[in-house]
């Protein structure tokens, strides 16, 4: 019995160190997700909901986030060639937007000091990554390592527009200060939305004009109409922000113009996003089975929501408040589908008696890292 139990214990030490090694560093995604439909969930006034979630969220925070620094301690060298590869570098910014959406979502329940530290931790990984990030993308340049469909190079303005929302929303906390934050939140945004354009250019025309497959079109593909959404919802808070500044009041306008423009880009999305599914799964019958990367699509549904209902509120449109109200829904049965796959998945695995005693060993595909 005791050679057993030390069996068991040696089976899931190892199978935790593997886990840690090749943990996908886009798996942040997963407290994205979570905390944008709780926050949603907000302030559509489900408080009961918001906050079930907003416990989940950080439990999944602090465990990834352990098992982040325990990679960058124990396994250092899997954790750079993953972040000098052009494919991951980009995901890392997961982790800048999970703690924004987290830093919110904290904040809003009154943890105000905490929010704050936590918008410092992410502007200062903004910062790192995204000098890192843009140099392994320029000198890792090939047209095989740096497809825009795999690289989730899109990620990188959803941090940037997730930490200008945090900014306005810890603004208040800076004093006399404030109006600075507020103006280097516009400042954010801006650069945003000019590395959507950017990108945005980039992916099309590789999806319009370069032959597709359908093992090319996963979930991640999403990312392109949440970060749309993300700039929709960082601009409405940007409207509807007191300035004192005659400049921020005079670009006012702009950012209407801007705002409204981004949210019907996203929503005109979303449909051809949908016939990529059918397409990839009905048509060519690709099996649909838990991947992380789900979790790059449910963000953008419920950063649509959450995106629609600020919009509604800036520009007065009652229409937009109901149109939020239906997709925080859609949202939260995406979030629903998706842990509901991952822990049967766990489950499966358990029973395969795959991965050493968790029998969840993660594995590689594509040249992304899936932890089931």
Same mark, same amino acid.
């Given at each position: 019995?005791?050679?057993?139990?030390?069996?068991?214990?040696?089976?899931?030490?190892?199978?935790?160190?593997? /886990?840690?090694?090749?943990?996908?560093?886009?798996?942040?995604?997963?407290?994205?997700?979570?905390?944008?439909?709780?926050?949603?969930? /907000?302030?559509?006034?489900?408080?009961?909901?918001?906050?079930?979630?907003?416990?989940?969220?950080?439990?999944?925070?602090?465990?990834?986030?352990?098992?982040?620094?325990?990679?960058?301690?124990?396994?250092?060298?899997?954790?750079?060639?993953?972040?000098?590869?052009?494919?991951?570098?980009?995901?890392?910014?997961?982790?800048?937007?999970?703690?924004?959406?987290?830093?919110?979502?904290?904040?809003?329940?009154?943890?105000?000091?905490?929010?704050?530290?936590?918008?410092?931790?992410?502007?200062?990984?903004?910062?790192?990554?995204?000098?890192?990030?843009?140099?392994?993308?320029?000198?890792?340049?090939?047209?095989?390592?740096?497809?825009?469909?795999?690289?989730?190079?899109?990620?990188?303005?959803?941090?940037?527009?997730?930490?200008?929302?945090?900014?306005?929303?810890?603004?208040?906390?800076?004093?006399?200060?404030?109006?600075?934050?507020?103006?280097?939140?516009?400042?954010?945004?801006?650069?945003?939305?000019?590395?959507?354009?950017?990108?945005?250019?980039?992916?099309?025309?590789?999806?319009?004009?370069?032959?597709?497959?359908?093992?090319?079109?996963?979930?991640?593909?999403?990312?392109?109409?949440?970060?749309?959404?993300?700039?929709?919802?960082?601009?409405?808070?940007?409207?509807?922000?007191?300035?004192?500044?005659?400049?921020?009041?005079?670009?006012?306008?702009?950012?209407?113009?801007?705002?409204?423009?981004? /949210?019907?880009?996203?929503?005109?999305?979303?449909?051809?996003?949908?016939?990529?599914?059918?397409?990839?799964?009905?048509?060519?019958?690709?099996?649909?089975?838990?991947?992380?990367?789900?979790?790059?699509?449910?963000?953008?549904?419920?950063?649509?929501?959450?995106?629609?209902?600020?919009?509604?509120?800036?520009?007065?449109?009652?229409?937009?408040?109901?149109?939020?109200?239906?997709?925080?829904?859609?949202?939260?049965?995406?979030?629903?589908?998706?842990?509901?796959?991952?822990?049967?998945?766990?489950?499966?695995?358990?029973?395969?008696?795959?991965?050493?005693?968790?029998?969840?060993?993660?594995?590689?595909?594509?040249?992304?890292?899936?932890?089931?």
């Amino acid at each position: 019995m005791a050679e057993t139990a030390a069996i068991t214990a040696r089976d899931c030490y190892a199978t935790c160190r593997t /886990w840690i090694e090749t943990l996908f560093p886009g798996y942040f995604a997963l407290v994205m997700a979570t905390g944008i439909i709780a926050n949603a969930m /907000w302030f559509e006034g489900h408080r009961g909901i918001s906050n079930v979630l907003l416990v989940v969220n950080v439990v999944a925070f602090v465990v990834l986030l352990a098992m982040t620094l325990l990679r960058g301690l124990v396994f250092f060298r899997a954790l750079w060639r993953d972040l000098t590869d052009p494919k991951l570098v980009f995901a890392f910014f997961t982790l800048v937007a999970a703690t924004d959406v987290l830093g919110v979502g904290l904040g809003l329940r009154g943890y105000g000091g905490v929010a704050l530290v936590m918008w410092f931790a992410a502007l200062g990984l903004w910062l790192a990554l995204t000098y890192l990030g843009f140099t392994v993308l320029i000198l890792g340049n090939g047209t095989e390592r740096t497809d825009i469909i795999f690289g989730g190079w899109l990620i990188a303005i959803v941090a940037t527009e997730a930490v200008a929302l945090h900014g306005v929303f810890v603004a208040p906390y800076f004093g006399a200060s404030a109006a600075q934050l507020v103006l280097f939140s516009h400042m954010l945004w801006g650069v945003g939305v000019v590395l959507y354009a950017i990108f945005i250019v980039l992916f099309a025309h590789r999806v319009f004009f370069a032959p597709v497959k359908p093992e090319h079109l996963t979930p991640i593909l999403w990312v392109v109409m949440g970060a749309a959404a993300i700039s929709t919802n960082a601009g409405a808070v940007l409207i509807v922000t007191d300035v004192a500044q005659p400049f921020l009041t005079a670009m006012r306008p702009f950012v209407e113009g801007a705002t409204l423009v981004m /949210w019907a880009w996203a929503t005109w999305w979303i449909p051809l996003l949908v016939a990529f599914g059918i397409w990839t799964h009905i048509v060519h019958r690709q099996p649909l089975t838990y991947t992380p990367l789900f979790w790059s699509l449910v963000f953008p549904l419920g950063m649509y929501a959450l995106a629609s209902l600020r919009l509604a509120q800036a520009a007065d449109i009652g229409a937009l408040a109901a149109l939020s109200r239906v997709m925080v829904w859609i949202a939260l049965a995406a979030w629903s589908l998706t842990a509901l796959g991952l822990m049967v998945t766990l489950w499966r695995h358990w029973q395969r008696g795959e991965g050493g005693a968790s029998g969840c060993a993660p594995r590689r595909a594509t040249g992304v890292v899936k932890l089931p």
